[in-house]
């Protein structure tokens, strides 16, 4: 049977745990997220200001809805905070070494009977559930970026997980609007398996000629109605963490179309790590929308290409 959760605890406030976050006050837990420096909770915290001042403005929440959201959430550099927590999300670094260091301070602190789950993209999540003394109560909660808007969960079972913590995390995910998979503990589970060799192959059609950047992103925003173009994808899923993912796919699978491209690694060396650091495959620089580049680029492209005045670029890239 699953658990009932009363109090979520949030590792991370970056690009994925700020989201994680944010859900889980809007569905109503109580949420204390948990970051390694009083500057990057603050950061953390003011995104996800920013987003629910944008949905008073949307009128998509009211102020005092609003407010209470803000209030459920309760920022803190200590893992003591997490004490009474029935479920633990960890969002932190894809780094595996961290990740067991940061396990081995919380379980110490957290109460016996909680839950935890990993967000890892990649990494295996028995590997974490083993350095636990929890190795039942352990799961992967995979969110999709923007946590806050993609109905995506994968649930991930370990071989150490139990029939009933595989329950809770699963129920906890319904209970928060997303639609919930389960997955087998694989590299990539079942969304990366398939989405980040696509993301390097576009990398590669690059290098290799077979189109521009925005042609190649315009040729999967219009020709198989993707949201985004693979490598406006790969900006915003970040180039280092794409190639830190490949890098353990290629690794886990032994297959080439899992390796990290040239062009990839050079950026990701440059410090080139796509939208978050304002420039990757588009240059985000300035005080813009971060999709307005590519968004930009796109625009012009369909609208040059469409005799009749740019239906398309008017129904694929709304302004
Ligand atoms: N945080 C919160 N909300 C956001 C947001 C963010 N970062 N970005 C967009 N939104 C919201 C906006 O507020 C907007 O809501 P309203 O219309 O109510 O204001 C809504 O999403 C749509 O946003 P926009 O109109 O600005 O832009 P859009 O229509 O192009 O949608 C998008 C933006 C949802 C990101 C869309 O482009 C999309 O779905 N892209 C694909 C994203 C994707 O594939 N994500 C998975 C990446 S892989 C991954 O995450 C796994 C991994 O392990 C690497």
Redesign the pocket.
Known sequence: MAQQIKTVGVLGAGLMGH?IAQVAAQSGYDVVLREVDEATLAKGIGKIEK?LA?AVE?Q?LSQPDADEVRARINGTVHYRDLADCGLVIEAITESLPLKLEMWREVDEIVKPDAVFATNT?SLAVIDQAAATGRPGQFVGL?Y???A???KLVEVVRCVTTTDEAFETAYEFARSEGKLAVAAKDKAGFI??RL?VPYMLDAIRAHEQGVGSIEDIDTGMMAGASH??GPLT?AD??GLD?LAA?ADVMVDAYGEERFSAPETLKKMVSAGDFGRKSGKGFYDYSGDK?Y?DFARQAVTRLLATQEPDGGFAAQALV?A
Request: hydrophobic share 45%.
């Open positions: 989201g987003q944008r949307k998509r993209s995979h999709f970026n923007p806050q808007v993609m969304v990366n989405l949201p985004m994808l915003f899923v963490t993912i929308m999709l709304p």
